[in-house]
């Protein structure tokens, strides 16, 4: 929590800066969402981790693609805010009231969306994760850098991913439809980090601490190109080219396959 408190104290500065410098609320960023939905949504994240730390009711929602893009449409026809000024003033006093709130907590689990028991640290790396990932949204629509630390990135995956793939039921981060017919076990090492295992078995993905053990391939990841490439803001292809991705072993062509069958809520 200490982790994940201080990098969220790095990272809103910059992200609050962002917003507020957005010319054109209104301009295309990421899917059907205008850089004002974005910042609106962020707001909302940080409502509810807020809410779930504090031990107040979240949200109802099935976390999968589908169901967090129906709760996300609903909390954003609810609220008709999109001024970058505004938002960025909300996005300061909300992360404020997160890092107040994290700072009293003192429980070892709460409740999270779809009534999933996370610990605490989780929710505190999972809102840095939205603030990283949406950043590199607004940044993008505006033609503007957003560079993210790789301890952050570190942060966001084995403190907020890794966590909800165990605690979500084992078919929430992948698309059925394609995930069906996939079998594979993927030695996965971050770069500054650890080592495990993402087992995928006919619609399921779990993780196994054991690591090497049978693996059709290894995977060597800068934590913030792998952050990208998972979430779909980038492709593999020049991760791969640029040595932030590597892949070797028995089967390394199922890595691409492993990308098509992922879809995180």
């Not at 409740?111 to 028991?117: A, C, P």
């Not at 049978?214 to 190109?225: K, N």
Request: neutral net charge; aromatic residues 6%.
């Amino acid at each position: 929590m200490a982790h994940a408190r201080a990098a969220l104290r790095d990272v809103v500065p910059s992200l609050v800066a962002l917003v507020r410098s957005v010319p054109d609320a209104g301009s295309a960023s990421v899917g059907t969402w205008t850089v004002g939905d974005v910042a609106a949504h962020l707001s909302h994240v940080f409502r509810f981790d807020t809410d779930a730390v504090a031990g107040r009711p979240v949200p109802q929602a099935i976390v999968t693609t589908a169901g967090m893009a129906e709760v996300n449409a609903k909390m954003l026809a609810e609220d008709g805010e999109r001024d970058p000024a505004v938002l960025a003033d909300r996005i300061g006093t909300l992360a404020n009231e997160f890092d107040d709130v994290a700072s009293r907590s003192r429980a070892a689990t709460v409740d999270w969306l779809q009534g999933t028991r996370l610990p605490t640290s989780a929710v505190a790396c999972h809102l840095l994760e939205e603030c990283l990932i949406h950043g590199h949204d607004i940044a993008r629509a505006l033609g503007r850098p957003w560079p993210i630390q790789r301890h952050h990135a570190l942060l966001a995956i084995e403190g907020a991913a890794f966590p909800l793939i165990a605690a979500l039921p084992p078919s929430a981060f992948l698309n059925q439809e394609k995930a069906g017919s996939f079998r594979a076990r993927f030695e996965l090492r971050l770069r500054g980090g650890g080592r495990t295992a993402l087992v995928f078995d006919g619609g399921s993905l779990t993780l196994d601490a054991a690591g090497a053990r049978d693996v059709d391939a290894h995977i060597s990841a800068d934590p913030s190109a792998l952050m990208l490439v998972f979430i779909g803001r980038h492709g593999i292809g020049k991760p791969l080219l640029g040595g932030k991705l590597a892949v070797w072993g028995r089967r390394p062509w199922k890595l691409t396959r492993m990308f098509t069958v992922i879809s995180p809520p």
